[in-house]
C-alpha cells in the first residue's frame, strides 16, 4: 500500500504564507505525478496546482502567481509554497499522487492524503 502524510496547514493572516508538504511511503515504483487539491466548506474539490514527474506544472487561475508546486524525487515529497494567502484561500487542502505500483498486472494508481486544514483570517 501507499501512504500520502500531509503537513504545514495552519491559521494564517491575509498576505501571509504557507507550505505545505506531502510525503508518500510504500511500495510504488515511481511517482507518475503530484497534485494539491482544495475543498472549502459547500463548495466542490478542486484543483489547486499540479505537476508532473517530468516538472510540467498547471495551475488554478486563482492562485496563480501566488502559488508554487514543487516535488522532490529523492524525498517522495510535494511541497505548496502560497504566498499572499487571501480569505478565500481558507480550505482543506488535499495531496494527490499518482504511482506505478508493480502489482501481478503492474498499473497506475491514486492515492489522496488526509487533508490539511488552511484558514486564513484576521
Known amino acids: 500500500q501507499v501512504q500520502l502524510v500531509e503537513s504545514g496547514g495552519g491559521l494564517v493572516q491575509p498576505g501571509g504564507s504557507l507550505t505545505l508538504a506531502c510525503a508518500a511511503s510504500?511500495?510504488?515504483?515511481?511517482?507518475?505525478?503530484m497534485g494539491w487539491y482544495r475543498q472549502a466548506p459547500g463548495k466542490a474539490r478542486e484543483l489547486v496546482a499540479s505537476?508532473?514527474?517530468?516538472?510540467?506544472?498547471n495551475y488554478a487561475d486563482s492562485v496563480k502567481g501566488r502559488f508554487t508546486i514543487s516535488g522532490d524525487n529523492a524525498k517522495n515529497t510535494v511541497y505548496l509554497r502560497m504566498n499572499s494567502l487571501k480569505p478565500e484561500d481558507t480550505a482543506v487542502y488535499y495531496c494527490k499522487m499518482v504511482v506505478r505500483r508493480e502489482t501481478i498486472v503492474p498499473s497506475m494508481y491514486q492515492y489522496w492524503g488526509q487533508g490539511t486544514q488552511v484558514t486564513v483570517s484576521s
Open positions: 505537476i508532473t514527474s517530468s516538472g510540467s506544472t
Open positions: 510504500g511500495s510504488f515504483s515511481y511517482i507518475n505525478d
